[in-house]
Protein backbone atom coordinates (compact mmCIF):
# COMPACT_ATOMS: atom_id res chain seq x y z
CA UNK A 1 0.00 0.00 0.00
CA UNK A 2 1.32 3.86 -0.81
CA UNK A 3 0.22 7.00 -0.22
CA UNK A 4 -1.77 6.93 -3.23
CA UNK A 5 -4.32 4.80 -1.92
CA UNK A 6 -4.85 5.90 1.43
CA UNK A 7 -5.21 9.51 -0.37
CA UNK A 8 -8.08 8.19 -2.30
CA UNK A 9 -9.61 6.39 0.35
CA UNK A 10 -8.46 9.68 2.87
CA UNK A 11 -10.62 10.96 0.00
CA UNK A 12 -14.00 9.38 0.35
CA UNK A 13 -14.11 10.23 4.08
CA UNK A 14 -16.46 12.99 5.33
CA UNK A 15 -15.20 15.82 6.01
CA UNK A 16 -15.09 15.64 10.34
CA UNK A 17 -13.36 12.59 9.57
CA UNK A 18 -10.45 13.55 7.19
CA UNK A 19 -9.86 16.41 9.87
CA UNK A 20 -9.26 13.79 12.73
CA UNK A 21 -7.14 11.69 11.09
CA UNK A 22 -4.91 14.62 9.64
CA UNK A 23 -4.84 15.43 13.92
CA UNK A 24 -3.79 12.59 14.17
CA UNK A 25 -1.28 12.46 11.75
CA UNK A 26 0.11 16.01 12.62
CA UNK A 27 0.40 14.59 16.22
CA UNK A 28 2.01 10.80 15.58
CA UNK A 29 4.55 13.45 13.05
CA UNK A 30 5.23 16.73 15.04
CA UNK A 31 4.14 15.81 18.59
CA UNK A 32 4.23 19.16 20.82
CA UNK A 33 5.85 18.80 24.22
CA UNK A 34 2.87 17.36 26.59
CA UNK A 35 1.77 20.53 29.07
CA UNK A 36 -0.13 19.01 32.41
CA UNK A 37 -1.85 21.01 35.07
CA UNK A 38 0.53 18.58 37.55
CA UNK A 39 4.02 21.11 35.95
CA UNK A 40 1.60 24.05 37.71
CA UNK A 41 0.95 22.34 41.34
CA UNK A 42 4.02 24.23 42.48
CA UNK A 43 2.61 27.86 41.06
CA UNK A 44 -1.06 26.94 42.01
CA UNK A 45 0.51 26.34 45.72
CA UNK A 46 2.60 29.32 45.94
CA UNK A 47 -0.89 31.26 45.31
CA UNK A 48 -2.91 29.35 47.06
CA UNK A 49 -0.67 29.55 50.68
CA UNK A 50 0.96 32.73 49.78
CA UNK A 51 0.61 33.56 53.76
CA UNK A 52 1.49 30.24 54.54
CA UNK A 53 0.24 26.65 54.78
CA UNK A 54 -3.55 26.69 55.86
CA UNK A 55 -6.28 24.09 56.54
CA UNK A 56 -8.67 24.50 53.34
CA UNK A 57 -11.73 23.13 55.47
CA UNK A 58 -11.40 25.36 58.44
CA UNK A 59 -8.36 28.10 57.90
CA UNK A 60 -6.14 26.38 60.51
CA UNK A 61 -2.47 26.96 60.43
CA UNK A 62 -1.60 24.03 62.71
CA UNK A 63 -0.64 21.10 59.45
CA UNK A 64 1.41 18.42 59.07
CA UNK A 65 2.87 16.51 56.52
CA UNK A 66 0.65 13.26 55.62
CA UNK A 67 2.46 11.38 53.21
CA UNK A 68 1.82 11.42 49.51
CA UNK A 69 -0.86 9.92 47.31
CA UNK A 70 -0.42 9.29 43.70
CA UNK A 71 2.59 11.67 43.71
CA UNK A 72 0.45 14.46 45.21
CA UNK A 73 1.67 15.94 49.13
CA UNK A 74 -1.01 15.39 51.54
CA UNK A 75 -1.19 17.07 54.67
CA UNK A 76 -3.49 16.81 57.60
CA UNK A 77 -5.00 19.49 59.72
CA UNK A 78 -4.11 19.33 63.53
CA UNK A 79 -7.08 20.90 64.54
CA UNK A 80 -10.03 19.19 62.45
CA UNK A 81 -8.06 16.37 61.53
CA UNK A 82 -8.92 16.76 57.86
CA UNK A 83 -6.71 16.11 55.17
CA UNK A 84 -6.26 17.84 51.96
CA UNK A 85 -3.78 18.29 49.29
CA UNK A 86 -2.67 21.37 46.92
CA UNK A 87 -5.42 20.77 44.77
CA UNK A 88 -8.60 20.27 47.17
CA UNK A 89 -11.24 22.55 47.08
CA UNK A 90 -10.21 23.46 43.64
CA UNK A 91 -12.02 23.20 40.05
CA UNK A 92 -9.29 20.17 39.68
CA UNK A 93 -9.90 18.33 42.89
CA UNK A 94 -11.83 14.70 42.20
CA UNK A 95 -11.56 14.92 38.77
CA UNK A 96 -11.00 11.41 36.76
CA UNK A 97 -8.97 13.35 33.56
CA UNK A 98 -6.29 15.53 35.04
CA UNK A 99 -4.09 15.44 32.06
CA UNK A 100 -7.05 16.99 30.01
CA UNK A 101 -7.77 20.12 32.36
CA UNK A 102 -5.40 22.08 30.77
CA UNK A 103 -6.22 21.75 27.23
CA UNK A 104 -9.48 22.36 28.94
CA UNK A 105 -8.07 26.15 29.99
CA UNK A 106 -6.84 27.00 26.44
CA UNK A 107 -10.27 26.23 24.72
CA UNK A 108 -12.18 28.19 27.74
CA UNK A 109 -9.33 31.48 27.10
CA UNK A 110 -10.21 30.75 23.50
CA UNK A 111 -14.16 31.00 23.74
CA UNK A 112 -14.69 27.64 22.36
CA UNK A 113 -18.21 26.21 22.58
CA UNK A 114 -19.40 22.80 25.05
CA UNK A 115 -20.04 20.45 21.92
CA UNK A 116 -16.43 21.81 20.38
CA UNK A 117 -15.10 21.18 23.47
CA UNK A 118 -16.02 17.60 23.99
CA UNK A 119 -15.18 16.45 20.71
CA UNK A 120 -11.28 18.06 21.26
CA UNK A 121 -11.28 16.16 24.62
CA UNK A 122 -13.30 13.35 23.90
CA UNK A 123 -15.12 14.07 26.74
CA UNK A 124 -19.22 14.19 27.34
CA UNK A 125 -20.78 17.43 26.56
CA UNK A 126 -22.11 17.14 29.70
CA UNK A 127 -19.00 16.93 31.64
CA UNK A 128 -17.54 19.76 29.77
CA UNK A 129 -20.52 21.74 31.11
CA UNK A 130 -20.19 21.01 34.58
CA UNK A 131 -15.80 22.16 34.62
CA UNK A 132 -16.51 24.84 32.82
CA UNK A 133 -18.98 26.27 35.93
CA UNK A 134 -16.67 24.73 38.41
CA UNK A 135 -14.03 27.26 37.03
CA UNK A 136 -16.21 30.11 36.41
CA UNK A 137 -17.62 29.54 39.78
CA UNK A 138 -14.49 29.58 41.33
CA UNK A 139 -13.55 32.95 39.56
CA UNK A 140 -16.84 34.70 40.47
CA UNK A 141 -16.01 33.75 44.21
CA UNK A 142 -13.17 36.02 44.18
CA UNK A 143 -14.94 39.08 44.09
CA UNK A 144 -14.76 42.34 42.07
CA UNK A 145 -12.07 44.86 42.79
CA UNK A 146 -12.62 48.14 44.33
CA UNK A 147 -13.42 50.79 41.37
CA UNK A 148 -11.59 54.02 42.35
CA UNK A 149 -11.64 57.74 40.89
CA UNK A 150 -13.94 58.09 37.78
CA UNK A 151 -15.86 55.68 37.34
CA UNK A 152 -18.15 54.96 34.17
CA UNK A 153 -21.73 52.83 34.80
CA UNK A 154 -24.58 51.95 32.67
CA UNK A 155 -27.10 48.87 32.57
CA UNK A 156 -27.63 46.51 29.26
CA UNK A 157 -30.14 44.05 29.18
CA UNK A 158 -30.38 40.24 27.70
CA UNK A 159 -33.42 38.41 27.20
CA UNK A 160 -34.54 36.29 30.11
CA UNK A 161 -33.42 32.71 29.80
CA UNK A 162 -34.95 29.03 31.25
CA UNK A 163 -32.33 27.38 28.85
CA UNK A 164 -31.85 23.68 30.55
CA UNK A 165 -35.13 23.66 32.55
CA UNK A 166 -37.24 20.61 31.81
CA UNK A 167 -40.84 22.97 32.14
CA UNK A 168 -41.33 26.18 31.82
CA UNK A 169 -44.66 27.43 33.40
CA UNK A 170 -44.89 31.61 32.46
CA UNK A 171 -44.36 31.34 29.14
CA UNK A 172 -44.07 29.30 26.08
CA UNK A 173 -40.27 27.84 25.16
CA UNK A 174 -38.39 29.80 22.90
CA UNK A 175 -35.51 28.15 20.45
CA UNK A 176 -32.23 29.49 20.69
CA UNK A 177 -32.60 32.71 22.21
CA UNK A 178 -35.84 33.77 20.79
CA UNK A 179 -36.65 37.45 21.09
CA UNK A 180 -39.28 39.00 23.26
CA UNK A 181 -42.73 39.47 22.67
CA UNK A 182 -42.73 43.02 23.89
CA UNK A 183 -41.07 45.86 22.47
CA UNK A 184 -38.44 47.87 24.36
CA UNK A 185 -37.44 46.73 27.72
CA UNK A 186 -39.71 44.57 29.99
CA UNK A 187 -39.73 41.74 32.47
CA UNK A 188 -38.66 39.43 29.66
CA UNK A 189 -35.66 41.11 29.94
CA UNK A 190 -32.61 41.02 32.42
CA UNK A 191 -30.82 44.14 33.08
CA UNK A 192 -26.78 44.14 33.85
CA UNK A 193 -25.09 46.92 35.31
CA UNK A 194 -21.64 47.17 34.35
CA UNK A 195 -19.00 50.03 35.60
CA UNK A 196 -15.54 50.93 34.59
CA UNK A 197 -13.10 53.22 36.04
CA UNK A 198 -9.72 54.59 34.43
CA UNK A 199 -7.56 51.85 36.08
CA UNK A 200 -8.96 49.11 34.13
CA UNK A 201 -10.83 47.81 36.74
CA UNK A 202 -14.56 45.84 35.99
CA UNK A 203 -18.04 45.05 37.67
CA UNK A 204 -20.52 43.70 36.07
CA UNK A 205 -23.42 41.71 37.51
CA UNK A 206 -26.84 40.58 36.78
CA UNK A 207 -29.58 43.02 39.47
CA UNK A 208 -32.55 41.89 38.08
CA UNK A 209 -35.39 41.91 35.65
CA UNK A 210 -36.99 44.77 34.21
CA UNK A 211 -36.01 48.21 34.39
CA UNK A 212 -33.29 48.53 36.56
CA UNK A 213 -33.89 50.54 39.96
CA UNK A 214 -31.78 52.83 42.40
CA UNK A 215 -31.84 49.84 45.32
CA UNK A 216 -30.63 47.53 42.50
CA UNK A 217 -28.12 49.24 41.65
CA UNK A 218 -27.15 49.60 45.30
CA UNK A 219 -27.13 45.90 45.73
CA UNK A 220 -24.82 45.79 42.53
CA UNK A 221 -22.75 48.50 42.42
CA UNK A 222 -22.68 50.17 45.65
CA UNK A 223 -20.67 47.49 47.27
CA UNK A 224 -17.82 48.07 44.72
CA UNK A 225 -16.93 51.47 45.50
CA UNK A 226 -13.94 53.75 46.99
CA UNK A 227 -14.93 56.28 49.11
CA UNK A 228 -13.49 59.28 46.65
CA UNK A 229 -15.07 58.54 43.43
CA UNK A 230 -16.50 60.64 40.67
CA UNK A 231 -19.74 58.37 38.91
CA UNK A 232 -20.27 59.15 34.81
CA UNK A 233 -24.09 57.79 33.47
CA UNK A 234 -26.19 58.80 31.17
CA UNK A 235 -29.69 60.48 32.35
CA UNK A 236 -31.15 57.76 33.67
CA UNK A 237 -33.46 58.81 36.90
CA UNK A 238 -32.28 55.26 38.64
CA UNK A 239 -29.09 56.28 38.83
CA UNK A 240 -29.77 60.26 40.03
CA UNK A 241 -31.36 58.42 42.69
CA UNK A 242 -28.92 56.20 43.64
CA UNK A 243 -25.88 59.02 43.71
CA UNK A 244 -28.13 61.38 45.42
CA UNK A 245 -28.93 58.95 48.36
CA UNK A 246 -25.00 57.94 48.77
CA UNK A 247 -23.66 61.30 48.53
CA UNK A 248 -21.30 60.97 45.22
CA UNK A 249 -20.42 63.48 42.55
CA UNK A 250 -22.31 62.59 39.61
CA UNK A 251 -21.77 64.13 36.25
CA UNK A 252 -24.73 63.36 34.21
CA UNK A 253 -23.80 62.88 30.09
CA UNK A 254 -26.90 63.18 28.34
CA UNK A 255 -26.62 61.95 24.75
CA UNK A 256 -30.30 62.87 23.81
CA UNK A 257 -28.72 66.02 23.70
CA UNK A 258 -26.03 65.22 21.56
CA UNK A 259 -23.45 64.92 24.88
CA UNK A 260 -20.77 62.63 24.79
CA UNK A 261 -17.78 63.94 26.85
CA UNK A 262 -18.45 66.31 29.30
CA UNK A 263 -15.47 69.05 30.86
CA UNK A 264 -12.88 67.05 28.64
CA UNK A 265 -12.61 63.90 31.03
CA UNK A 266 -16.20 62.60 31.75
CA UNK A 267 -18.02 60.28 29.63
CA UNK A 268 -19.34 56.52 29.58
CA UNK A 269 -17.81 55.42 26.16
CA UNK A 270 -15.41 52.80 27.80
CA UNK A 271 -18.41 51.19 29.52
CA UNK A 272 -20.81 51.65 26.41
CA UNK A 273 -17.95 50.08 24.17
CA UNK A 274 -17.75 47.22 26.51
CA UNK A 275 -21.74 46.19 26.44
CA UNK A 276 -20.90 45.79 22.50
CA UNK A 277 -17.78 43.43 22.79
CA UNK A 278 -19.78 41.82 26.05
CA UNK A 279 -23.17 41.21 23.47
CA UNK A 280 -20.94 40.07 20.31
CA UNK A 281 -18.85 37.35 22.37
CA UNK A 282 -22.56 36.15 24.31
CA UNK A 283 -23.85 35.11 20.72
CA UNK A 284 -21.59 31.88 20.15
CA UNK A 285 -23.59 30.87 22.91
CA UNK A 286 -27.18 31.03 21.35
CA UNK A 287 -28.60 32.29 25.00
CA UNK A 288 -27.77 32.22 28.30
CA UNK A 289 -29.58 30.37 31.39
CA UNK A 290 -30.27 33.36 33.38
CA UNK A 291 -29.12 31.29 36.45
CA UNK A 292 -25.83 31.30 35.04
CA UNK A 293 -25.56 34.64 33.70
CA UNK A 294 -23.33 36.24 36.48
CA UNK A 295 -20.49 33.58 35.56
CA UNK A 296 -20.45 34.36 32.09
CA UNK A 297 -20.45 37.85 33.35
CA UNK A 298 -17.34 36.73 35.00
CA UNK A 299 -15.60 35.06 32.13
CA UNK A 300 -15.55 37.63 30.23
CA UNK A 301 -14.38 40.17 32.35
CA UNK A 302 -11.82 38.18 32.94
CA UNK A 303 -10.73 37.96 29.53
CA UNK A 304 -11.11 41.40 29.20
CA UNK A 305 -8.51 42.15 31.81
CA UNK A 306 -6.26 39.66 30.48
CA UNK A 307 -6.59 40.46 27.01
CA UNK A 308 -3.10 41.95 26.20
CA UNK A 309 -1.13 38.94 27.27
CA UNK A 310 -0.27 35.94 24.98
CA UNK A 311 -3.15 33.13 25.07
CA UNK A 312 -0.27 31.05 27.02
CA UNK A 313 -0.07 33.42 29.83
CA UNK A 314 -4.20 33.84 30.23
CA UNK A 315 -4.49 30.08 30.06
CA UNK A 316 -1.50 29.96 33.50
CA UNK A 317 -3.14 33.18 35.07
CA UNK A 318 -6.93 31.76 34.25
CA UNK A 319 -5.57 28.17 36.09
CA UNK A 320 -4.10 30.33 39.06
CA UNK A 321 -7.20 32.39 39.66
CA UNK A 322 -9.24 29.55 39.52
CA UNK A 323 -7.40 27.36 42.10
CA UNK A 324 -6.65 30.53 44.11
CA UNK A 325 -9.34 30.23 46.79
CA UNK A 326 -10.65 27.00 48.66
CA UNK A 327 -14.06 26.16 46.54
CA UNK A 328 -16.18 23.69 47.34
CA UNK A 329 -17.94 23.40 44.13
CA UNK A 330 -19.67 20.05 43.43
CA UNK A 331 -21.29 18.90 40.44
CA UNK A 332 -24.63 17.78 41.92
CA UNK A 333 -25.03 22.06 42.52
CA UNK A 334 -25.32 22.11 38.99
CA UNK A 335 -27.97 18.59 38.72
CA UNK A 336 -30.41 20.41 41.28
CA UNK A 337 -29.60 24.15 39.90
Given at each position: MDWHSVYGDFSDLPKAEQHRLFQAIQDTLFPEPKEDIANMVGDIREVRFSNGL???????????????????????????????????????????????????????????????????????VSTAFYWRH?????????????????????????????????????????????????????????SIVVAHDRNGNIMSKLAGRGRITADEIEQTLGTCLDNEIVLCTDSATNYKAFAKKRGIPHEIIN?????????????????????????????????????????????????????????????????????KKANFTLVRTFKTA
Amino acid sequence: MDWHSVYGDFSDLPKAEQHRLFQAIQDTLFPEPKEDIANMVGDIREVRFSNGLACVHCGSVCIKRNGKYRSRQRYLCKDCGKSFNDMTASPLSGTHHPHKWLKYFQLMVEGVTLPKIAEQLDIHVSTAFYWRHKILNALRSLGFSTLRGIIESDETYFLESDKGKKSISHRKPRKRGGKAKKRGISKEQISIVVAHDRNGNIMSKLAGRGRITADEIEQTLGTCLDNEIVLCTDSATNYKAFAKKRGIPHEIINSNKGEHVKKGVYHIQHVNAYHQRLKKWMERFNGVATKYMDNYLMWFRFLELQKKLNKKLQTKSMVLDACKKANFTLVRTFKTA
